[in-house]
């Protein structure tokens, strides 16, 4: 027993998985260099694009819980296990960036991007640079969803925590990706085929908060009465957390977002607000709305209109109160949890982080 062990802040929490991150990408630069040079190189740009941004909002999740069920633990049995939730969510990024067909992720270049470079060294053929780079991407977001599993398998919690939290995370890998496979499909599938909030369940809500949350609580013992509300708060949680990041997709300040707030509307993209538009939407907004939107040369002053509109039709408002709505049920399941005053108040921080972010 640890009685004197201090709670874990986002940044120490940060600090640990980053110097994780780099000691085992340096190890596994060593191994890959025994196969061939190029499959060390391959590392190296793994661990660019690792180190190169992120929060590691997921192993702080996981680290949070697990200190909740086991205040006396020692957090570094289960760094391995936290580091490997930040892995399969790298591993997700690389694929979606293959997705999207995107070469800069964190403001840098990404894997494709990375290789586009390096096989431009040895071929004129665009296209061949192209095909090849993806498939270096491709094999970049496999490896890191094959070591998630190897840094949790490493964790110094019995093993049958660690198969518990193995059947975690690979139900969290099968999740994140129908939920992006239904994303992809919603595009040219005829609207209302796919609901935006099915999506974010799976795409966003599974991957990036049950299984953070559920794996550290589940390698501190926490009992299965707890486990189950965890499991609500996080689907809650977490499908608005993706509502909160479509609305900033429009409505917020691209100074806090760091990325683009006409994007969604030039490329049609059909968020949960789309859909309340819809609903509520007077046929003659609609008419006007249907000009505009999906248009990727519309201009600055259609694109203000089409925000207009979804302001007027009440598109706005409900979205923001749905969004209230999964504050309110996420601060009534952590009423209900088992545990400290003290560590309900760190699951309402991160509601408030999740739920009423600016960027």
């Excluded at 890191?144 to 110094?156: F, G, I």
């Excluded at 049920?329 to 009423?335: G, L, P, Q």
């Amino acid at each position: 027993m640890h009685p004197s062990v201090s709670l874990h802040t986002q940044t120490s929490v940060k600090a640990l998985v980053d110097t994780h991150i780099s000691s085992y990408c340096y190890e596994r630069s060593l191994q890959a260099a025994k196969i061939g040079e190029q499959y060390a190189t391959f590392w190296q740009t793994i661990e660019k694009l690792l180190l190169a941004g992120g929060k590691r909002f997921r192993p702080y999740m996981t680290i949070m819980a697990y200190e909740v069920y086991a205040p006396n633990a020692e957090t570094s049995d289960i760094l391995p296990a936290a580091v490997a939730q930040e892995l399969l969510h790298s591993a997700m990024l690389i694929h979606d960036d293959i997705i999207d067909r995107d070469t800069i992720r964190y403001g840098v270049k990404n894997i494709a991007g990375q290789y586009a470079d390096i096989y431009s060294q040895h071929t004129a053929d665009v296209a061949e640079q192209e095909h090849l780079s993806l498939s270096a991407a491709l094999l970049a977001g496999d490896i890191l969803l094959s070591d998630a599993h190897r840094l949790l398998r490493s964790a110094n919690r019995p093993p049958e925590l660690i198969q518990k939290a193995a059947d975690i995370l690979s139900t969290g890998i099968f999740e994140v990706i129908g939920g992006e496979l239904l994303d992809s499909e919603a595009a040219i599938l005829p609207a209302g085929s796919i609901k935006a909030e099915r999506i974010a369940l799976h795409k966003t809500a599974s991957y990036s908060f049950v299984s953070p949350l559920a794996m550290g609580a589940t390698l501190a013992g926490a009992p299965a009465s707890e486990l189950a509300l965890l499991s609500e708060l996080s689907e809650s949680v977490g499908v608005g957390y993706q509502l909160r990041d479509d609305f900033l997709g429009v409505f917020g300040a691209q100074v806090d977002t760091g990325k683009s707030t006409s994007t969604d509307i030039t490329e049609g993209k059909r968020t949960f607000i789309i859909e309340q538009f819809d609903t509520l939407a007077t046929q003659a907004q609609k008419d006007r709305f249907y000009q505009l939107f999906h248009r990727i040369d519309s201009t600055d002053e259609e694109i203000e209109e089409v925000r207009g509109l979804l302001v007027t039709s009440g598109a706005k408002a409900a979205i923001n109160a749905h969004i209230d709505r999964l504050h309110d049920k996420s601060n009534d399941i952590v009423t209900r949890l088992a545990i400290s005053e003290e560590s309900k108040a760190r699951f309402r921080d991160l509601i408030n982080q999740c739920l009423e972010r600016e960027g």
